[in-house]
């Protein structure tokens, strides 16, 4: 693959090579020596046109540790505030030569506009409610780790579906790997049309639990409603809000996840966030790295080998 856009893209063997190499990254960034030389000479750019903490801090951190160049963008400051279109922003930058563009935008498709503009390797670290590749790659490991295979696993996504690119791109990476998956919440955020993906839609939470090994919890995207409906906090905690009650009908080791940024006590109250015998959000934070080292040394290692594929110019 030239860019990773989006887990669309990738077929199982792709997800699970990508998977086998982050598992040799989860070990190099547990020694205390944590450099590798796979992106040595490559200059990183990350261009986060959208806040981030975990994406931004994970990116910054796996290109350094390859030993890249990287450069944060920041995109408060530059001359997109005076008008400069996203297009004309990225070519700017493709004429000083990055090897690896990371991007997050909020338009839907804005970063696959921008990889067909420039001449380096993309990475979609998040567009619009489209795909976050890199957070449903992050949850597989974490789930695959914690389970021991990522194929025939109940998994519930809880929450605003409608408006996350991290529950489309689970959905599709669970899919792919031939897990059955469903989708919990009330219909303005978890709409009909989601069971084309292949899920199961449930609105009762203790019914969309029941007997499930993993439980995918999501923030209100208040950001991307746009003007609609949005739930009182109170009324959401009471029905969709993961607590002890509403977990007792999952397996007795099935694990919680949560993407973060999270709202402790609106989706998720704070005790089982933070009970380590059954929350992998931290894990999820440390697959991250991982992961993201993963995915920009194959492309990389793809964008070396087509430069010396191409004929020298005389
Ligand atoms: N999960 C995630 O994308 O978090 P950030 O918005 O902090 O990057």
Do not use: W
């Not at 696959?112 to 957070?135: F, I, M, W, Y």
């Not at 409608?162 to 303005?188: C, D, Q, W, Y």
């Not at 049309?193 to 209100?220: Q, S």
């Amino acid at each position: 693959q030239k860019h990773l856009l989006g887990i669309e893209n990738l077929g199982p063997d792709e997800i699970i090579a990508l998977l086998d190499l982050a598992e040799q990254y989860v070990d190099l960034n547990r020694r205390e020596l944590k450099h590798s030389d796979a992106l040595t000479g490559l200059t990183q750019v990350n261009m986060f046109f959208e806040n981030s903490t975990r994406t931004q801090a994970s990116f910054e951190l796996a290109g350094k540790r390859l030993g890249a160049d990287v450069m944060n963008m920041a995109m408060q400051a530059s001359s997109i505030k005076k008008g400069e279109t996203l297009i004309d922003t990225a070519m700017t930058l493709n004429a000083m030569h990055p090897d690896l563009l990371v991007v997050r935008h909020p338009h839907s498709g804005a970063v696959d506009l921008l990889s067909q503009k420039v001449n380096c390797a993309v990475l979609n670290a998040g567009d619009g409610r489209h795909e976050h590749p890199t957070q449903a790659l992050l949850d597989a490991l974490t789930i695959r780790r914690s389970k021991g295979r990522l194929h025939r696993l109940n998994i519930a996504i809880c929450g605003d579906v409608a408006h996350s690119r991290v529950a489309r791109s689970n959905l599709i990476l669970l899919g792919k790997m031939e897990n059955r998956v469903r989708l919990v919440g009330p219909p303005t955020l978890v709409p009909a049309n989601f069971a084309e993906f292949g899920a199961e839609i449930y609105e009762d939470m203790h019914e969309g639990l029941r007997d499930v090994d993993v439980v995918m919890m999501l923030r209100l995207q208040k950001e991307r409603m746009d003007g609609g409906f949005i739930p009182s906090e109170r009324e959401y905690y009471h029905r969709y809000g993961l607590d002890r009650d509403k977990l007792s009908v999952a397996k007795p080791d099935a694990i919680v996840m949560h993407p973060g940024p999270m709202n402790r006590g609106v989706e998720i109250d704070g005790e089982i966030a933070d009970d380590i015998n059954r929350s992998a959000i931290q894990e999820q934070v440390e697959m991250g790295v991982a992961v993201r080292m993963a995915a920009m040394d194959l492309l990389a290692r793809n964008l070396r080998a087509t430069r010396a594929a191409e004929p020298i110019e005389a």
